[in-house]
């Protein structure tokens, strides 16, 4: 039987620390399904639609994985897909109190679920995707943060 694990995020842009995460998780899972949050508590720059089409362009051609979005409680949307294993992202000491506060929460709401930790290459530690849209926004470019796709939209985003 073949082991999907579902990566749940805002993804406000994708970054190269998901993507890091996500070929990383690749080589342990058979499949991996990006699941796009809808309601993120900051109003998101991408539109859900937009998130998602970043995200097939991004990782076009690779079969083994699939974007999806959930609204809602994450582990209500496992359930109805027949998942029960979900991987996070720890980038410094500072993610892991939020995390394993989650973790034990999904778990204790659904007790088939698990949490897989994973840590991205050191030189993606300090990225999020907020540190992209500043950068961005202003006019800055960082090209060894995102894929060619995501600078794509950045800059329609925000170049006049
Ligand atoms: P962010 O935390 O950047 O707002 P998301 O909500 O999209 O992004 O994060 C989804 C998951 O991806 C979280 O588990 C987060 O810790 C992880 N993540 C985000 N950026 C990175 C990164 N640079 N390296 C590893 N994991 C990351």
Redesign the pocket.
């Known amino acids: 039987m073949s082991k999907t694990a579902v990566?749940?995020?805002?993804?406000?842009p994708i970054?190269?620390?998901?993507i890091?995460?996500v070929y990383r998780a690749l080589k342990i899972f058979d499949k991996v399904t990006i699941a796009v949050?809808v309601n993120t508590k900051k109003e998101p720059l991408f539109s859900l639609k937009e998130r998602m089409e970043i995200i097939q362009d991004v990782f076009k051609g690779e079969d083994r994985i699939k974007v999806d979005y959930f609204e809602g409680l994450l582990i209500d949307y496992l359930k109805k897909h027949n998942y029960n294993i979900v991987i996070?992202?720890?980038?410094a000491v500072s993610?892991f109190e939020l995390?394993f506060q989650m973790a034990l929460t999904n778990r204790k709401l659904y007790p088939d679920f698990e949490t897989f930790f994973?840590?991205?290459a050191i030189n993606?530690?300090f990225?999020?995707?907020?540190v992209i849209k500043e950068i961005y926004r202003f006019g800055g470019r960082a090209p060894d943060l995102v894929p060619p796709a995501v600078e794509k939209y950045l800059k329609n985003k925000f170049d006049r």
Do not use: A, K
């Not at 970054?15 to 998901?18: P, V």
């Not at 996070?88 to 980038?91: N, Q």
């Open positions: 990566y749940p995020g805002s993804f406000d970054t190269n620390g998901h890091d995460l949050l996070r992202g720890l980038r993610d995390e994973m840590v991205p993606y530690t990225l999020n995707s907020s």
